[in-house]
């Protein structure tokens, strides 16, 4: 199992391919020439769009953000001030649903691109407005060598036990954020051209995580209306009376979440709420909007063709 770990850790933080060391074995040499490969440390992108969650009350500051860049991924560390950026589709395309993307990361982390703003703009596209969410993160170290470390020592810790589901990397400010989101889109939603009955989230790896607690919180009302599970933890969950419908996509190769089957789909299905289970052959963690020669390429697709299906594009919203 740590073997595995280690081979897809650096996807939850950073694009690079980095792998760590267990505490106290040595480095291969082929990892210590990995380990070089740190993301390019770059100022904080323009972001003039950005909504401070939680107005005048938003907590942190955005100075303690560490922002890196590698390949076509932007990645943010150290996140204390959360933010909701609208990505908003032409409003004759508009179909009046909303969904709030919940990038991954381990919690130490957030992909604001491959797993951020490249979906909203998908989303968006389609006519659905879309909402990125930046929300709160574990502290880790300022440096990138540093933070890579400890940070894949921590997920070695947290995914030693498979059926954890990683639950002991959870930031539960996390959870509060998607709360506070979906809170605001709904606020706002005549500003915006959105049914407040049609607001969901969809969320990767740890935002993934978010989402379906979002979705388990114990006021009906202040869940989404549907969620998108995207390489979550497939474990048991109890599911709530009224749980929002739930979409499902994960890949059975994928190296950080390994198959025990499908617990939580089982569990959506006894409780007679809407799900849908995509499990891909090939694609492991962290595929984004899809991994080239794999089915996982479909998943934009077939998340947005299940809401269409059940209603939240168009016409009253799917129960």
């Known amino acids: 199992m740590i073997a595995r770990i280690l081979t897809v850790a650096a ?23 990995q ?16 909504i401070p969650l939680y107005g005048v009350r938003t907590p942190g500051k955005a100075s303690t953000e560490n922002w890196s860049q590698q390949g076509d991924n932007v990645v943010v560390r150290n996140v204390t001030r959360p933010t909701l950026t609208p990505v908003l589709p032409d409003p004759a395309k508009a179909t009046g ?18 797993e951020g703003f490249q979906v909203a703009r998908v989303l968006a596209k389609h006519g659905i407005a879309a909402f990125v969410l930046k929300y709160r993160l574990v502290p880790t170290p300022t440096g990138e060598g540093e933070a890579r470390t400890y940070s894949v020592h921590r997920l070695i810790a947290a995914l030693s036990d498979p059926a954890s589901g990683g639950e002991s990397l959870r930031n539960p400010e996390s959870t509060e954020d998607g709360l506070a989101a979906l809170q605001l889109v709904r606020t706002n939603a005549a500003k915006w051209g959105i049914d407040p009955a049609r607001v969901g989230m969809i969320g990767f790896s740890a935002g993934a995580m978010t989402s379906l607690a979002t979705a388990l919180a114990p006021q009906p009302e202040a869940r989404p209306a549907f969620i998108g ?88 919203a799917g129960k």
């Open 11 to 33: 996807v939850l933080l950073a694009p690079a391919n980095v792998l760590a060391q267990q505490a106290g074995a040595p480095l291969p040499p082929e990892v210590r020439a």
């Open 35 to 50: 380990m070089a490969d740190l993301p390019k440390v770059i100022p904080a992108p323009a972001d003039p769009d950005a």
């Open 97 to 114: 649903a909303a969904v709030i993307v919940a990038p991954g990361g381990g919690f130490m982390a957030l992909s604001t691109e491959t």
């Open 229 to 316: 599970f995207i390489y979550g933890p497939q474990i048991a969950v109890q599911v709530p009376v009224k749980a929002p419908a739930l979409f499902d996509a994960i890949a059975l190769d994928d190296a950080i979440f390994p198959s025990m089957g499908f617990p939580i789909v089982e569990n959506w299905h006894k409780a007679k709420r809407p799900v849908e289970l995509h499990a891909y052959g090939r694609g492991n963690h962290g595929f984004g909007l899809g991994r080239p020669g794999t089915t996982t390429t479909l998943v934009m697709e077939e998340f947005i063709a299940r809401l269409s299906m059940q209603g939240f594009l168009g016409g009253p």
